[in-house]
């Protein structure tokens, strides 16, 4: 059967309508887009937009794409084939493991690398070769500027997930991870929709911005664009990592009725499972994706490691599109 709203030629789904889960990147967009996809008939994608091992022919990482873009036609085939379970995807650089990840882990990694290519091929092998998998999830914090596109286009379901502007800079700075600008500076149609972000971008008299200035504008820059996309499109969902974290089974059941996803007691044990204080994760500990945490503890974590000057840096960069959101009561 045709997906629902997407119109390319030939183009076959199974018999529901995709969903994208994107937000910044440590969002919370990996732990949130597995507990939908353990919902019966969902199958996972992991970040096709990634330029590292993404699709083949995703020309850089963050893509801005709208409807009667140059390249719009590119990424609908790219999406077409994905859909239709014909997608390639890249085989990433030589094999660097993370700092910090454990001995077997590393093994595993090392071993499985060369069958697999990535662990964004084999889940995607694995999704569409799985009869039961009805709806692609695609998990994505990459395709957060093409997300309307996505929306209105393709004709996906739309997860946003916002998280506090200080959690995520925190989590940016645990990782080691060194903010870029020229992914929003190479793109200036985007800035010329969002002239904020080319104001926060531009070069300034007093110097390069620091880390935590720069992972700051980053978070404005994808924010002003998803929550300008939501209220342009009110099927978009829009939910916070904190409420989430907070109330787990409340919240993800009031989202798996409105993307329409069955909660079944299986998933229910599986997300207060994951959820549980009986599973502690040391906020030190340097793991890009952790699936079984204890999501209430975590939320504020950041005020243990950010100094004031940080936090006060980090509220004047973010506070007017954060405000809505996260009020002066959550700094």
Same mark, same amino acid.
Request: proline letters at 3%; charged letters at 20%.
């Given at each position: 059967?045709? *997906?629902?709203?997407?119109?390319?030629?030939? *183009? =076959?789904?199974?018999?529901?309508r995709p969903i994208v889960v994107t937000g910044a990147p440590r969002?919370?967009?990996? !732990?949130?887009?597995?507990v939908l996809a353990s919902a019966p008939g969902v199958g996972y994608v992991h970040e096709p937009f990634n330029n590292e091992f993404g699709l083949v022919?995703? #020309?850089r990482n963050f893509p801005y794409v709208w409807a009667?873009? %140059?390249?719009?036609?590119?990424?609908r085939r790219l999406v077409d084939d994905l859909l239709a379970g014909k997608a390639r995807f890249r085989t990433p650089p030589d094999y660097v493991p993370r700092p910090g990840l454990p001995a077997r882990e590393r093994l595993r990694d090392a071993v499985a690398r060369p069958l697999v290519r990535s662990r964004?091929? !084999?889940?995607?092998?694995?999704? =569409?070769?799985d009869p039961r998998a009805r709806r692609y999830l695609l998990k994505d914090p990459f395709a957060c500027f093409s997300l309307e596109w996505l929306h209105r286009s393709v004709g996906t379901d739309a997860v946003v997930l916002l998280r506090h502007p200080a959690a995520y800079v925190d989590s940016m700075l645990r990782m080691g991870w060194a903010p870029s600008l020229d992914d929003l500076r190479g793109q200036p149609e985007l800035l010329a929709r969002f002239p904020t972000i080319g104001e926060l971008v531009a070069d300034r008299p007093g110097g390069p911005l620091t880390v935590v200035e720069s992972h700051a504008v980053w978070w404005v820059a994808i924010y002003s664009v998803l929550l300008a996309f939501a209220d342009a499109n009110p099927a978009m969902v829009v939910v916070r990592h904190e409420d989430l974290a907070l109330e787990p089974v409340d919240r993800f059941a009031a989202l798996f009725s409105q993307l329409d996803l069955e909660l079944t007691d299986r998933v229910r044990r599986g997300i207060a499972e994951r959820t549980g204080v #009986?599973?502690? *994760?040391?906020?030190? #500990?340097q793991r890009v994706h952790v699936l079984r945490r204890d999501s209430a503890s975590a939320v504020r974590r950041w005020r243990e490691r950010l100094d004031d000057v940080d936090v006060a840096c $980090?509220?004047? $960069?973010?506070? *007017?599109?954060?405000?809505?959101?996260? %009020?002066?009561? #959550?700094?």
């Open positions: 059967m045709a *997906v629902r709203g997407a119109g390319g030629a030939g *183009v =076959k789904h199974r018999d529901g969002s919370g967009s990996t !732990f949130v887009g597995n022919g995703v #020309e009667g873009a %140059p390249h719009e036609a590119t990424y964004a091929n !084999f889940m995607y092998t694995r999704t =569409k070769l #009986e599973r502690v *994760v040391s906020g030190s #500990e $980090i509220a004047a $960069i973010t506070g *007017v599109t954060a405000a809505e959101h996260y %009020p002066l009561a #959550e700094w």
